[in-house]
């Protein structure tokens, strides 16, 4: 599953959809085009639409990858607590498997990740936006 076979170049979510933007505010996405498309030189699948939180961010951080912390020379502002944010399908997993994963915006995460990620999990892990 590659994730960008789609029509008219559009790639396809893990649902059977087009792929919707995960944010804009901040910026995400390998491209940085708000969406976490894909393509052959995204070598970290950043594939998952992800919602962070403290809890994840603190195992980010203590796995080797700060994404609380603004890098300016970088364009990266910091990401919070309720950003939404493109993760390496690699990290989700590693983050599920220790009991960490943060919650998956289902239409915004590429078909993609399903080279790492199991779509059950990903659905147990589904951001409800009204709860």
């Given at each position: 599953?590659?994730?960008?076979?789609?029509?008219?170049?559009?790639?396809?979510?893990?649902?059977?959809?087009?792929?919707?933007?995960?944010?804009?505010?901040?910026?995400?996405?390998?491209?940085?085009?708000?969406?976490?498309?894909?393509?052959?030189?995204?070598?970290?699948?950043?594939?998952?639409?992800?919602v962070?939180?403290?809890?994840f961010?603190?195992?980010?951080?203590?796995?080797?990858?700060?994404?609380?912390?603004?890098?300016?020379?970088?364009?990266?502002?910091?990401?919070?607590?309720?950003?939404?944010?493109?993760?390496?399908?690699?990290?989700?997993?590693?983050?599920?498997?220790?009991?960490?994963?943060?919650?998956?915006?289902?239409?915004?995460?590429?078909?993609?990740?399903?080279?790492?990620?199991?779509?059950?999990?990903?659905?147990?892990?589904?951001?409800?936006?009204?709860?």
């Amino acid at each position: 599953m590659d994730g960008y076979s789609g029509e008219n170049g559009r790639q396809r979510n893990v649902i059977g959809g087009f792929l919707a933007s995960c944010s804009e505010r901040p910026m995400t996405g390998f491209y940085r085009t708000g969406c976490c498309d894909t393509g052959p030189e995204d070598a970290g699948s950043h594939t998952v639409c992800a919602v962070m939180t403290a809890e994840f961010l603190e195992f980010s951080k203590a796995a080797g990858n700060d994404l609380s912390t603004p890098r300016p020379e970088y364009g990266f502002v910091g990401l919070n607590p309720g950003d939404r944010w493109c993760l390496c399908a690699g990290r989700w997993e590693q983050a599920r498997q220790a009991g960490k994963a943060p919650k998956v915006v289902l239409e915004a995460t590429n078909l993609a990740c399903l080279n790492i990620c199991q779509l059950e999990h990903l659905k147990a892990a589904a951001f409800d936006e009204n709860p």
